[in-house]
C-alpha cells in the first residue's frame, strides 16, 4: 500500500490545519492501525497519534485536547486534525499504517509496515 500525506502548510500561532492520509494500492485493511508520526529538524520521529481500526484512538500528551485523529475506511483516508498549533508543532508530518500492532506498541513507529512521504507544517508568526 502506498500513503500520500498532504495539507500542511505555514499557519500562524493559534491556527488549525487538516493532514489527509490516503492509502493506494491496496486498502488499509481490517486491523490496520493509521498512525501519525512528526519529526523536526535535528530532533527525533516521535508519535502523535493513531487510530485503530475500532475506532480506538491514542495521542501524545503534547496534543492531547488539540489534535483529533480519524479515519473514513471506505474511502481509504486517515486525518489529522489540529488545532491551536504552536511553534513547536512545527515539523513534518508522516502518516504510517501498520497490521497487529498491540496498544502498547502504538506509539512506537516499529511496529508500522507502510509510511507516506511527509508533509510540512510550519506554525510561526
Known amino acids: 500500500v502506498q500513503l500520500q500525506a498532504s495539507g500542511g502548510g505555514l499557519v500562524q500561532p493559534g491556527g488549525s490545519l487538516r493532514l489527509s492520509c490516503a492509502a493506494s494500492?491496496?486498502?488499509?485493511?481490517?486491523?490496520?492501525?493509521i498512525g501519525w508520526f512528526r519529526q523536526a529538524p535535528g530532533k527525533e520521529r516521535e508519535f502523535v497519534a493513531a487510530i485503530k481500526w475500532s475506532g480506538a484512538t491514542f495521542a501524545a500528551d503534547s496534543v492531547k485536547g488539540r489534535f483529533t485523529i480519524s479515519r473514513d475506511n471506505a474511502k481509504n483516508m486517515g486525518y489529522l486534525e489540529m488545532n491551536n498549533l504552536k511553534p513547536e508543532d512545527t515539523a513534518k508530518y508522516y502518516c504510517a499504517a501498520g497490521s497487529g500492532i498491540i496498544t502498547s506498541s502504538v506509539p512506537s513507529a516499529r511496529g508500522y509496515n507502510y509510511w507516506g512521504q511527509g508533509t510540512e507544517v510550519t506554525v510561526s508568526s
Open positions: 494500492g491496496r486498502t488499509f485493511g481490517p486491523y490496520a492501525t
